[in-house]
């Protein structure tokens, strides 16, 4: 099993819809993050979370909610989908007590936005 | 502008032959670099870490190098294999980043037969 699953894997919306995109970790990390991937860009950070009570915004929040409701659980939401936000989306976890950077991403959620 | 630049945009190589990557980067103060291996419809996955005091570490058929100096970083793959195609991500952390990773856009390779 994954130490990092995202759920859906893949999902068709229309614009103005609302979607959830699920991400749950057992690795036991207190950090998580989520990603946007899109061709020819890096990964740009939408939301992060240093634990159950800490949220914060990355570089491109706009249009995204985000909920911690667990140390393993991380949800990303999409209020009013709209098409630009068709992207590949992923989950990534760290942990703050190794002072290492290395984050383990989940298997991605390909969203499209029509 | 992206902190991270990476070379190729991408490359095709025969199974068996060496290449190179490259990396430049501008992110300052500079904690450490990593290399990540992203499979089509996979997450990224770490290959090599270097902090500011190494200049080459290896894993297996792969070899990172890093000049702190000039903020130039190169991923070696010797003796290509089929399963060595996938996109290649340059990812550099800040000192006191609380985790804050920037990411280059990546190099994609295809290992041909």
């Known amino acids: 099993d994954a130490d990092v699953t995202q759920t859906p894997r893949n999902r068709i919306t229309k614009t103005g819809k609302r979607i959830m995109l699920e991400c749950s970790q057992t690795k036991g990390h207190d950090r998580m993050y989520w990603y946007r991937q899109d061709p020819g860009l890096g990964l740009r950070l939408i939301y992060y979370?240093?634990?159950?009570?800490?949220?914060n915004k990355g570089e491109i929040s706009d249009g995204y909610s985000v909920s911690r409701q667990a140390q393993a659980k991380f949800s990303l939401s999409l209020e009013s989908a709209i098409p630009n936000q068709t992207a590949l989306y992923f989950c990534?976890?760290?942990?703050?007590?190794?002072?290492?950077?290395?984050?383990?991403f989940g298997q991605g959620t390909r969203l499209t936005v029509v | 502008k992206n902190q991270v630049e990476q070379s190729p945009q991408s490359l095709i190589i025969l199974e068996g032959k060496n290449c190179t990557l490259q990396c430049n980067y501008t992110v300052s103060p500079f904690s450490n670099l990593r290399w990540y291996k992203q499979d089509t419809g996979r997450g990224p996955v770490s290959l090599t870490i270097?902090?500011?005091?190494?200049n080459t570490k290896s894993n297996g058929r792969y070899t990172a190098t890093l000049d702190a100096d000039t903020k130039q970083s190169s991923l070696h793959i010797t003796a290509s294999q089929l399963s060595d195609s996938a996109s290649y991500i340059c990812?550099?952390?800040?000192?006191?980043?609380?985790?804050?990773?920037?990411f280059g856009a990546g190099t994609q390779v295809v290992v041909t037969p």
């Open positions: 979370s240093f634990d159950v009570k800490d949220i």
């Open positions: 270097m902090t500011f005091s190494e």
């Open positions: 990812v550099v952390s800040e000192v006191d980043s609380w985790g804050k990773l920037q």
């Open positions: 990534a976890t760290s942990d703050s007590g190794s002072g290492d950077t290395e984050a383990f």
